[in-house]
């Protein structure tokens, strides 16, 4: 069965309970591999080359979606991050 992924990040800020309604990515990011969404307790660095924020993020958790039609298989995932800027200096060193 073919499929087909849209991963949509979310920020958490830290002592909420939900995340923020907007996405981190302004645009669609899509994959066919399941193995390109982080899994929880992962560190990513997102940035926005249209304004210049660069942030750390920790995932959190992620929530999936599957929806079948014509033997295709979409994909939503939504991935729940929180901002760990100050974890930079010890994850890479450039």
Do not use: W
């Not at 992962?42 to 210049?52: A, R, T, V």
């Not at 660069?54 to 295709?72: A, C, D, P």
């Amino acid at each position: 069965m073919e499929h087909f992924i849209s991963i949509n990040f979310q920020e958490i800020l830290k002592g909420e309970s939900r995340p923020s309604e907007e996405f981190l990515n302004y645009k669609d990011i899509f994959s066919n591999n399941l193995s390109n969404v982080p899994n929880a307790g992962d560190y990513i660095e997102f940035s926005h080359e249209e304004d210049g924020q660069i942030g750390i993020y920790k995932v959190k958790t992620r929530y999936f979606r599957y929806s079948l039609k014509n033997s295709k298989c979409n994909v939503t995932c939504n991935v729940i991050v929180e901002r760990y800027d100050e974890d930079a200096p010890f994850l890479i060193k450039e």
